[in-house]
T-cell receptor, first 112, second 113 residues
Framework: QKEVEQDPGPLSVPEGAIVSLNCTYSNSAFQYFMWYRQYSRKGPELLMYTYSSGNKEDGRFTAQVDKSSKYISLFIRDSQPSDSATYLC????????????FGAGTRLAVHP | KAGVTQTPRYLIKTRGQQVTLSCSPISGHRSVSWYQQTPGQGLQFLFEYFSETQRNKGNFPGRFSGRQFSNSRSEMNVSTLELGDSALYLC????????????FGDGTRLSIL
């Protein structure tokens, strides 16, 4: 079993839709949770960073963490064609010396 | 503020050769991590350096090595290249020793012929 599971998609939605992206993890020691966006031929770009259960909002993006279920989500409201990219969840142990464990990434396509 | 800079962007090598990749972190960042990204395995952690010391290492063979200089710039070396080493190599930097957001460069695309 992988430490972090993420459905690779692809996911195709119409412009303006609410997108839900999810990851599950197996290790209770994971305490820090990130979402990255990666466009083709570019490096991952940090979207959200959180370390507590609950919701964190930044513009059209909301990150949700449920440590009891070992489940994290990223919601994108009013999705735009420019949101078309691969979304990666990343998780780190407390005291993990910056070792991120990544999900497989979900490819998202937002069509006009 | 300049981001993480990786050079070169593209490299083509043949089996058995060695290669050195370079990473300049965001100014003020002291931690540099390296990752390998392939279609089959996704993003995998290689190693992390902080203040010129390797503090963490992933499950890669000894052919993969790195170092960090006093100005926090880092290099990664792969010796005796194999076809399976073809990948995007990504460098990330963060401000302190751990549990801080990491910011990635655009990577070096290494192709082995």
């Amino acid at each position: 079993q992988k430490e972090v599971e993420q459905d690779p998609g692809p996911l195709s939605v119409p412009e303006g839709a609410i997108v839900s992206l999810n990851c599950t993890y197996s290790n209770s020691a994971f305490q820090y949770f990130m979402w990255y966006r990666q466009y083709s031929r570019k490096g991952p770009e940090l979207l959200m960073y959180t370390y507590s259960s609950g919701n964190k909002e930044d513009g059209r993006f909301t990150a949700q963490v449920d440590k009891s279920s070992k489940y994290i989500s990223l919601f994108i409201r009013d999705s735009q064609p420019s949101d078309s990219a691969t979304y990666l969840c990343a998780i780190e142990e407390s005291g993990g010396y910056n070792k991120l464990i990544f999900g497989a990434g979900t490819r998202l396509a937002v069509h006009p | 503020k300049a981001g993480v800079t990786q050079t070169p962007r593209y490299l083509i090598k043949t089996r058995g050769q060695q290669v050195t990749l370079s990473c300049s972190p965001i100014s003020g960042h002291r931690s540099v991590s390296w990752y390998q990204q392939t279609p089959g395995q996704g993003l995998q952690f290689l190693f992390e350096y902080f203040s010129e010391t390797q503090r963490n290492k992933g499950n890669f063979p000894g052919r993969f090595s790195g170092r960090q200089f006093s100005n926090s710039r880092s290099e990664m070396n792969v010796s005796t290249l194999e076809l399976g080493d073809s990948a995007l190599y990504l460098c990330a930097s963060s401000s302190t020793g751990g549990n801080q957001p990491q910011h990635f460069g655009d990577g070096t695309r290494l192709s082995i012929l």
